[in-house]
T-cell receptor
């Protein structure tokens, strides 16, 4: 089955630093990837849609300068949290849409737990 | 705009009881997909089922069953003879064709199954 990986699975960083999270589709090509964040005991909130070779589309209220998304290849999208602060601590999950599948086929990564101290 | 409502925040049952998790959705699109996901404490989402808007057939998979009713915009999930391993957060989600198939999640229902 289709597999999406995320790296790292956990990261702790100091306030003010930037951290990059990778999302990879391992056995399929993904023209579109989605980034979600999940606060403890809350739902997944869509942050942005990442399209290969073009700029990401951000959901309302998400700071695009804060959360930089790059989708440079058909198998890799990265989310960089710039100048991280404790309130950015969250669980970040990506999903990838199979290029060869029907539109609804999305596969979720295992998530990255970010802690900003 | 698409929206998913899971009114039950937490449900607690005793093992072997049946439990139904409610999901009500809103969409203006005629082509859409509904999903249920399980999120255990590890955090990784586990896909349970997908239903498209043109298929209202109910589905059963082992102890799990789903009731899709377009007339009431509901997609409810029933676990029969619940087990402790069913304890998790369950999310209902909606993906619209008009929205580029981005998936929007409900608030989730936390299910506790006690032995």
């Amino acid at each position: 089955g289709a597999v999406v990986s995320q790296h790292p699975s956990r990261v702790i960083c100091k306030s003010g630093t930037s951290v990059k999270i990778e999302c990879r589709s391992l056995d399929f090509q993904a023209t579109t990837m989605f980034w979600y964040r999940q606060f403890p005991k809350k739902s997944l909130m869509l942050m942005a849609t990442s399209n290969e070779g073009s700029k990401a589309t951000y959901e309302q209220g998400v700071e695009k300068d804060k959360f930089l998304i790059n989708h440079a290849s058909l198998t890799l999208s990265t989310l960089t949290v710039t100048s991280a602060h404790p309130e950015d601590s969250s669980f970040y999950i990506c999903s990838a849409r199979d290029r060869s599948g029907i539109g609804y086929e999305q596969y979720f990564g295992p998530g990255t737990r970010l802690t900003v101290t | 705009a698409q929206k998913v409502t899971q009114a039950q925040t937490e449900i607690s049952v005793v093992e072997k009881e049946d439990v139904t998790l409610d999901c009500v959705y809103e969409t203006r699109d005629t082509t859409y997909y509904l999903f249920w996901y399980k999120q255990p404490p590890s955090g990784e989402l586990v896909f349970l089922i997908r239903r498209n808007s043109f298929d209202e057939q109910n589905e059963i998979s082992g102890r799990y069953s789903w009731n899709f009713q377009k007339s009431t915009s509901s997609f409810n999930f029933t676990i029969t003879a619940s087990q402790v391993v069913d304890s998790a957060v369950y999310f209902c989600a909606l993906s619209e064709a008009a929205g580029g198939f981005k998936t929007i999640f409900g608030a989730g229902t936390r299910l506790f199954v006690k032995a």
